[in-house]
T-cell receptor, first 112, second 115 residues
Framework: LAKTTQPISMDSYEGQEVNITCSHN???????ITWYQQFPSQGPRFIIQ???TKVTNEVASLFIPADRKSSTLSLPRVSLSDTAVYYC?????????????FGSGTQLTVLP | NAGVTQTPKFQVLKTGQSMTLQCAQD?????MSWYRQDPGMGLRLIHY???????DQGEVPNGYNVSRSTTEDFPLRLLSAAPSQTSVYFC??????????????FGEGSRLTVL
């Protein structure tokens, strides 16, 4: 079981870039690294996913070093609406399925 | 395409009562799971299923039962409700592989209060 470790909380100001790092020392070889965002009273929703190196989409970038023991979610120029809890976890690749366990997540608070 | 549907959205129980939280998905996902989330905490896995007829325990299974008779449905049963089970419950489903590998799709949550 891949256990993840993240900072409990982070504060930032509007317009800044925010980087949230997740440690996942035991990630399985065929696991993808997936990040989710959760607003109060809602279920988490997918933000970004990667296997190695760098992935970028319209909302974030994900950096994964060659050893895959950690990953960094980068949110460019955050706004107040980015205040949420962010989770990372390993997602099994095609052909495998197992329990998917969330860590405690990182509470990001964006200040005006 | 409704995605993951949970019912009821809100429920109040008395200690000792039993009830079932319903979860249905229309995406033909093999994997379904139940999480609970307590105030200020992350999601904890209760039970999960990797396919019809197959269920297994997660991190906090005590006091809950599940079954998976069809691919679409994954109900969560509280056998004898206790105040410690007051929480928000989320059902989620996913399918290994696909354009977003193993992406979890969540329902809107069911808020349960046990008095």
């Amino acid at each position: 079981l891949a256990k993840t470790t993240q900072p409990i909380s982070m504060d930032s100001y509007e317009g800044q870039e925010v980087n949230i790092t997740c440690s996942h020392n035991n990630i399985a070889t065929n696991d993808y690294i997936t990040w989710y965002q959760q607003f109060p009273s809602q279920g988490p929703r997918f933000i970004i996913q990667g296997y190695k190196t760098k992935v970028t989409n319209e909302v974030a970038s994900l950096f994964i070093p060659a050893d895959r023991k950690s990953s960094t979610l980068s949110l460019p120029r955050v706004s107040l609406s980015d205040t949420a809890v962010y989770y990372c976890l390993g997602s099994p690749g095609s052909g495998s399925a197992r329990q998917l366990t969330f860590g405690s997540g990182t509470q990001l608070t964006v200040l005006p | 395409n409704a995605g993951v549907t949970q019912t009821p959205k809100f429920q109040v129980l008395k200690t000792g009562q039993s009830m079932t939280l319903q979860c249905a998905q229309d995406m033909n996902h093999e994997y379904m799971s139940w999480y609970r989330q307590d105030p200020g905490m992350g999601l904890r896995l209760i039970h999960y299923s990797v396919g019809a007829g197959i269920t297994d325990q997660g991190e906090v299974p005590n006091g809950y039962n599940v079954s998976r008779s069809t691919t679409e449905d994954f109900p969560l049963r509280l056998l004898s409700a206790a105040p410690s089970q007051t929480s928000v419950y989320f059902c989620a489903s996913s399918s290994p592989g696909g354009p977003r590998t193993g992406e979890l799709f969540f329902g809107e949550g069911s808020r349960l209060t046990v008095l």
